[in-house]
C-alpha cells in the first residue's frame, strides 16, 4: 500500500479495512487459466477485471463482465481486460466474468473460465466539497455523495491539517466541524471509512479552511491518491 498524502493515519486506517466486504463465487476452471490469475480492482462504480494471458500469447481471447441482476448492463473485451461501469454501490451486487479462448487457426470461442463475484463497491465519490455558515468555534461542510440514495449511510472520514489534526466521520452530506482555532489554516481530506484491499480511493481535491468569523475556501489544489493495493 502507498500513500502521497500527509498523515500515517490514512494508511493504519486502511490497513485495518482490508479484511472486510469482499467474497468470491464458485470458479469453474480448466488449464489454460486459474483464479491467480485473475486481478480484480474497483474504483467508484466501476469494476475492472485483468487477466494474465501469457500462458498462451497465441491465443485470441473474449472476456464478459456483466451485472447478474441486470443482464442489459455487460462489457465484452478482446483484449486482456475488460470494464464495467454504472453499477450500484455501497450494497452487495454480483457480477458475472467469463472468459473465451480460441487459437488463432480455430473459428468458435470456447468458454474457459467463468466466476460469480458478489462485491460492495463501498467508495463513493465526494464532490463539490464547500463551507457553509459557521456556528461560533464549528464550521459547516457539505459536499455531493455519488449515488447518494445507496451510499448516504455510507461513513465517511475528514481530516483537517493545521495547528492541531481533527480527523471526524460523517455520514450523508454534511458534518460540523467544532474547535477551530481562530485565525489558523486547515488543510482538508475526505475520503470513505472502511474499504478492501482491491478497491481505490481518491480523497476530495485539497482545499484550505481559514477559522475566521466566517470560514472561506481558500483554493482547489490537486487530487491525493492512496491506493489499496
Known amino acids: 500500500m502507498k500513500t502521497q498524502t500527509d498523515g500515517r493515519g490514512f494508511e493504519m486506517m486502511l490497513e485495518i479495512c482490508t479484511m472486510l466486504h469482499s467474497f468470491h463465487g464458485a ?3 480448466n488449464s489454460d487459466v486459474s483464479k491467480s490469475d485473475v486481478t480484480r480492482s474497483y474504483l467508484r462504480d466501476c469494476a475492472t477485471v485483468e487477466v494474465d494471458t501469457s500462458k498462451n500469447p497465441s491465443h485470441e481471447y473474449k472476456l464478459i463482465l456483466e451485472l447478474a441482476e441486470s443482464p442489459n448492463n455487460k462489457a465484452t473485451s478482446n483484449s ?17 466474468f467469463t472468459m473465451f479462448s480460441r487459437a488463432t487457426s480455430n473459428k468458435e470461442f470456447q468458454q474457459i473460465y467463468t466466476e460469480d463475484i ?36 455510507k461513513e465517511l472520514v475528514f481530516f483537517l491539517f493545521g495547528d492541531k489534526t481533527i480527523m471526524q466521520l460523517a455520514k450523508g452530506e454534511e458534518i460540523r466541524i467544532p474547535y477551530l482555532t481562530n485565525g489558523q489554516r486547515y488543510s482538508v481530506y475526505a475520503f470513505p471509512n472502511c474499504v478492501d484491499k482491491e478497491i481505490r480511493v481518491f480523497t476530495t481535491p485539497k482545499f484550505e479552511l481559514h477559522a475566521r468569523k466566517s470560514y472561506t475556501l481558500i483554493s482547489s489544489c490537486y487530487y491525493v491518491v492512496f491506493l489499496t493495493s
Open 80 to 96: 486482456s481486460s475488460v470494464k464495467l461501469c454504472n453499477i450500484p454501490m455501497c450494497r452487495e451486487v454480483r457480477l458475472r
Open 118 to 153: 458478489r462485491k460492495s463497491l463501498d467508495a463513493p465519490a465526494i464532490t463539490n466539497l464547500h463551507t457553509a455558515a459557521p456556528h461560533g468555534q464549528s464550521v459547516v461542510l457539505r459536499w455531493t455523495l455519488q449515488n447518494y440514495n445507496d451510499c448516504k449511510d
Open 27 to 29: 470458479v469453474k476452471r
